[in-house]
Nanobody, 120 residues
Framework: QVQLVESGGGLVQPGGSLRLSCAAS????????MGWYRQAPGNQRELVAG???????NYVDSVKGRFTISRDNAKNTVYLQMNSLKPEDTAVYYC??????????????WGQGTQVTVSS
């Protein structure tokens, strides 16, 4: 069974930084694209940042220049470095990974979510 386990959320003041981590565990062939989504109360879940297996990245406009997504393939882990945090970044952040469970079968997995609160 594949699992994604997130860590690193918390309470931070505006202008502060946090680093989220998401590690994949279990039995699988390879990890393809990975990403971070967020969902604030009353809002739809949105893609914040994505990274391909070749480390190409993309970001939602509102976080460009402040957030950085990266991955460590040896550790099956994706990170989200969040700098210059704003109150509007407050949300539950979810890790997502597209994983080849065999050489022919791909499935999408979600982490459990981690709360990020930006407030003074």
């Amino acid at each position: 069974q594949v699992q994604l386990v997130e860590s690193g959320g918390g309470l931070v003041q505006p202008g502060g930084s946090l680093r989220l981590s998401c590690a994949a565990s279990g039995s699988f062939f390879s990890i393809n694209a990975m990403g971070w989504y967020r969902q604030a109360p009353g809002n739809q879940r949105e893609l914040v940042a994505g990274i391909t297996s070749g480390s190409r990245t993309n970001y939602v406009d509102s976080v460009k220049g402040r957030f950085t997504i990266s991955r460590d393939n040896a550790k099956n882990t994706v990170y989200l470095q969040m700098n210059s945090l704003k109150p509007e970044d407050t949300a539950v952040y979810y890790c997502n990974a597209n994983i080849s469970v065999t050489s022919r079968v791909r499935r999408n997995y979600w982490g459990q979510g981690t709360q990020v609160t930006v407030s003074s």
